[in-house]
């Protein structure tokens, strides 16, 4: 089983590395551990003895690109570095690495990085959440205009390393390497898109003591394996409510993905002529005739363990979630029941708490803006906050999707394509964490694992996508390479 990666903000990363050298390490011997990773990466990428600008900015990231064009030099590039500032401003291992060049260092203006095979961006690091200005801002914009292919030592200079944010002026990097762990800025928007390639250096620290934070994937979660002598309701029970004649596709579509992930048994309720739709289309899918007392009276079921209110629900979705929050069964909220909630989000928290049990919130960002309009920071920082808010494990959807559970733990989703923006893939995501969940997966793995199967799945099936794709027999071979 792969391990689970965990995640560096800025203020971790800088805890992690004050720990180390308190202890007694050599700061600058970790410094050129690190200039040799970025080194070897912009050696993979320039030609034999091509020419490499390397850009030093004025702290730790500027010692690093001074110690790879060390290292690169005696590998017999041809390499030239350009500072952003004299270096005799440089304090500490940065004036230290920046000594030990020979050569002339270049200051703005005197170099064309269009003169040049690969640019290596070692301007500003981890620290960095202003945009940038005047000359820095400038220099970017030129290795942007030039076309030369970038590698960027730890973030993407302009890139904020906790949001992925781009205050203005940013590098695209053709690849980046970092250290440690990659940071949640690499995996966010637009932070990833100004990545490129992301490769993460051991340079010795050790690994993170009880993180909280993780790039999504097999080492987080593990899903669950049906025992020899199960049978369909061991598999767990699972109930979806259907909402008007109208409008039953999505929850159609939560329904059969709860069956494809797992669920052995899985109903969908509601009024009847919307249940003579469904009936035409299902075969392995139940079918219960129910108002919203009647969903909560099936709900009251031993052989039931998780629900799913939201795709397609219509004009009952609060009635029916909240009959669903009071049965204190394994729940799902999603599209209508996210809506009808958002007049009054503390009533939705009250309820979600009523119940020691798992409860997971499926918004987009404008279902998010509409349910917790006072939140803001990054993608990160408004899920974490409406996760705790509300009790509820909260999936914020999007190609870069973020899974926060209330007691602080979250994991980024780095693996959807854009092939996923498509109508009725959202509605698919939230049956496969209803299904993982009637199987007794807690909240916060079960809308981890659905997320990375979603994924992988979008990836799998790409151009041509449409969301009934994803509940048919393409689910198999995806779902299997992940156990």
């Known amino acids: 089983m792969p391990l689970a990666e965990p995640l560096l903000c800025a203020a971790a990363m800088r805890a992690a590395e004050a720990e180390w050298f308190a202890a007694g390490h050599d700061s600058f011997a970790l410094m050129m551990v690190a200039a040799r990773a970025v080194a070897d990466r912009a050696a993979a990428m320039a030609p034999s003895g091509g020419r490499i600008l390397v850009l030093a900015g004025p702290g730790n990231n500027g010692g690093d690109g001074y110690g790879a064009a060390l290292l690169l030099e005696e590998e017999g590039f041809d390499v030239r570095v350009l500072a952003l ?277 499926t918004p987009h960002e404008g279902e998010f803006a509409r349910l917790f309009p006072a939140l803001a920071g990054s993608k990160l920082e408004r899920a974490r906050a409406a996760a705790a808010q509300s009790g509820a494990t909260l999936v914020l959807k999007g190609s870069d999707g973020v899974i926060a559970a209330p007691d602080g733990r979250a994991a980024i989703n780095a693996n959807a394509p854009p092939w996923l923006a498509t109508a009725g893939s959202g509605d698919v995501l939230a049956g496969f964490i209803t299904g993982l969940l009637a199987q007794g997966m807690a909240g916060f793995e079960a809308a981890a694992a659905a997320c990375h199967l979603h994924g992988a799945l979008g990836a799998a099936l790409g151009a041509g996508l449409i969301a009934e794709d994803m509940v048919g027999p393409e689910v198999r071979p995806v779902l299997w390479a992940l156990f």
Not at 115 to 143: C, K, S
Not at 212 to 222: A, I, K, R, S
Not at 233 to 255: C, D, F, H, K, Q
């Open 85 to 361: 500032v004299p270096r005799a401003e440089l304090k500490g291992d940065a004036q230290r690495a920046a000594g030990e060049w020979q050569r002339v260092v270049l200051h703005p203006g005197e170099a064309d990085p269009g003169d040049f095979d690969l640019v290596i961006d070692a301007l500003f690091g981890t620290g960095l959440t202003r945009p940038l200005e005047g000359v820095a801002a400038g220099l970017v914009e030129q290795v942007s205009r030039s076309g030369t292919p970038v590698l960027a030592v730890d973030m993407p200079s302009g890139i904020d390393s906790d949001s992925g944010e781009a205050h203005g002026a940013a590098i695209h990097a053709r690849a980046t390497v970092t250290f440690h762990t990659a940071k949640p800025g690499h995996l966010l928007l637009p932070g990833r898109l100004h990545t490129g390639a992301l490769s993460v250096a051991d340079i010795g620290l050790p690994a993170p003591e009880a993180p909280m934070l993780w790039v999504n994937g097999p080492g987080l979660w593990q899903l669950p394996r049906p025992a020899p002598d199960t049978h369909k309701y061991a598999r767990g029970g699972a109930i979806v409510w259907s909402g008007p004649v109208i409008g039953t596709g999505a929850s159609r579509l939560a329904a059969k993905a709860a069956l494809r992930v797992g669920a052995g048994a899985v109903t969908l309720a509601g009024p009847r002529d919307a249940l003579l739709v469904h009936a035409a289309q299902l075969s392995a899918v139940m079918l219960a005739e129910a108002d919203a007392q009647g969903f909560q009276r099936l709900l009251s079921g031993q052989k039931l363990r998780a629900a799913c209110v939201g795709p397609g629900a219509g004009p009952l979705a609060r009635c029916v979630a909240g009959a669903a929050l009071q049965s204190g069964k394994a729940l799902v909220l999603d599209a209508d029941a996210l809506g009808a909630f958002a007049d009054d989000p503390g009533h939705l928290a009250r309820l979600v708490r009523r119940h020691e049990r798992p409860v997971v919130l």
